[in-house]
């Protein structure tokens, strides 16, 4: 099988490390319940696979199927060693773009909430005081507040402090604001007048910046622009 409908975006490479572009609807890595061609499958040729675990070799962090947005790729195992710790060490500075549905109370907040995997659905996250659920920090801004025919909608700039699985998406439906078009943790009813009225059919969650030092001690950021289909998204509601 071979992945045509949006080749992955390499915005820097050098021996040590990719920095790429992953659009949505596309994985970061296989899995056993799917043959699909991902994006480690994409950038294998550019990767030393030696001592690197082979189904996600130089993956050092994620980005959920559909969300789109900045990836770092390690090329070597030193490499991966130095940015996996990196990412435990919370010294990576992580940006996201994202819409909710409503109005937030409070134009900027933190949200501190531990997540550990649902009792009642073993594909989904949730808030939990258990034992085993891990600290999960959120920091969030409003940019943008819409109003449409069936509601009002939010854009904000996220900031995670962690890297939870579903963090952002897990934290905002914690506090009754749903990423836009989220499948899983959204509002059902919601998310079909949305696509229908205004034709976005995935969750409205861009990663668009990353911040830190490299391998070389040189700081980097990296940005992405919106989507065009989110970008679309945006001017529509600035029409109504």
Do not use: W
């Not at 696979?49 to 130089?58: E, F, V, Y």
């Not at 940006?95 to 594909?123: C, E, M």
């Not at 391998?215 to 970008?231: C, H, M, T, V």
């Amino acid at each position: 099988m071979v992945y045509n409908r949006d080749m992955v975006k390499i915005l820097f490479e050098n021996k040590d490390y990719l920095v790429v572009e992953k659009p949505s609807g596309i994985s970061v890595h296989p899995s056993e319940t799917s043959n699909e061609i991902t994006l480690t499958d994409q950038l294998k040729s550019k990767i030393d696979l030696k001592d690197l675990d082979p189904i996600r070799p130089g993956v050092v962090h994620r980005l959920d199927k559909n969300t789109s947005g900045i990836l770092i790729i390690a090329r070597n195992k030193v490499s991966y060693d130095y940015f996996v710790k990196l990412f435990k060490s919370r010294k990576i500075e992580k940006h996201y773009s994202a819409l909710v549905r409503g109005v937030l109370k409070h134009k900027k907040a933190v949200i501190d909430s531990p997540i550990s995997r649902d009792l009642n659905n073993r594909t989904k996250m949730s808030i939990s005081a258990s034992v085993g659920a891990k600290n999960a920090v959120t920091v969030y801004k409003v940019l943008n507040e819409y109003k449409t025919s069936f509601g009002m909608v939010s854009l904000l700039d996220v900031e995670i402090k962690t890297g939870r699985t579903h963090q952002i998406r897990v934290h905002m439906k914690a506090i009754d604001h749903p990423v836009v078009m989220d499948a899983s943790y959204g509002d059902r009813k919601f998310n079909e007048v949305f696509s229908e009225a205004l034709g976005l059919k995935r969750q409205f969650l861009h990663a668009y910046m990353l911040k830190f030092r490299d391998p070389d001690g040189n700081a980097k950021i990296f940005r992405s622009d919106l989507p065009e289909d989110l970008n679309d998204i945006v001017i529509k509601l600035k029409a109504l």
